[in-house]
């Protein structure tokens, strides 16, 4: 008999979320939760990030940590992987999700504007990861899950220092996948659409912004927090086990025009 759903089943696997105190991070650690894991959250807020632990413990019964960490610092990563393993004793997941977005014309941003998204997207994404590959080959298992964009794939004007992020985490992602893939550690992106997060707010009522999410996005809405939790369950689990170095959109049909 196949396993089916039991696959998607992380009861007893220990999963790192960087960004995990709001938006798109703490669903995703949420719906880790959900499905079984222990998670250690991490964020450069100590409010907001221990509030997002305690909320996840007390939902759904499982250890949830949370921890002031920036991913642009190579040794807070380092210590980020050293506190999962202290708490849970193993490093089985790792959803890359801290990020930032600096919109504007090229002309009106500046350097250091740019240098900055590029390195909590980029260089961040890279350090958490090589904190905790260590680990995972010792282990021969892991699952890291990046945090990628639509527009890593696709272009929007007035979003140089986010789009060229993201691809890169594309990239970067297909590389890890090809390179990890002997160890048993397999490397994915989810690129999300619109989703409401805190990021967006601000241009939620722009009538640009209102007239795009109609006319490019096939659902015509916004995405809703839970609808991210079933691609990051997926990619985190044994139901993934034979996809490396791929893309999931969960962007409402945008990619599909």
């Known amino acids: 008999m196949l396993p089916g759903i039991k696959q998607f089943d992380l009861t007893g696997k220990a999963a790192i979320v960087t960004g995990g105190s709001k938006g798109l991070g703490q669903a995703m650690a949420a719906g ?3 499905a079984g894991a222990d998670v250690l959250l991490t964020s450069r807020n100590e409010a907001e990030v221990q509030e997002a632990a305690e909320s996840i413990a007390s939902d759904f019964g499982h250890r949830a940590v949370g921890m002031v960490a920036d991913v642009t610092a190579e040794e807070q990563t380092e210590a980020m992987a050293q506190r999962a393993l202290d708490e849970f004793g193993r490093i089985d997941i790792l959803i890359n999700n801290a990020g930032i977005n600096i919109r504007g ?13 590029e390195r909590i997207n980029v260089d961040g994404v890279w350090l958490a990861t090589r904190a905790v590959v260590p680990h995972m080959k010792a282990a021969k298992y892991g699952r890291i899950v990046n945090l990628g964009s639509t527009l890593g794939v696709v272009g929007l004007a007035n979003r140089t220092p986010y789009a060229s992020s993201k691809g890169a985490v594309v ?8 390179e990890l893939a002997e160890f048993n550690i397999t490397c994915n992106a989810i690129c999300p659409g619109p989703f ?42 044994d139901a993934a086990s034979y996809m490396t170095g791929s893309l999931v959109t969960v962007d409402g049909g945008w990619t599909a025009r």
Do not use: H
């Open 32 to 34: 880790l939760a959900s």
């Open 105 to 117: 014309p090229i002309d009106e941003l500046t350097y250091e504007q740019f240098q900055e998204v």
């Open 171 to 178: 990239q970067m992602t297909r590389a890890l996948g090809l």
């Open 196 to 237: 409401l997060t805190p990021m967006n707010i601000p241009i939620k009522d722009d009538e640009q912004t209102k007239k795009f999410i109609v006319g490019a996005v096939a659902l015509e809405r916004w995405g809703e927090m839970q609808e991210i939790q079933g691609a990051a369950i997926f990619l985190a689990s």
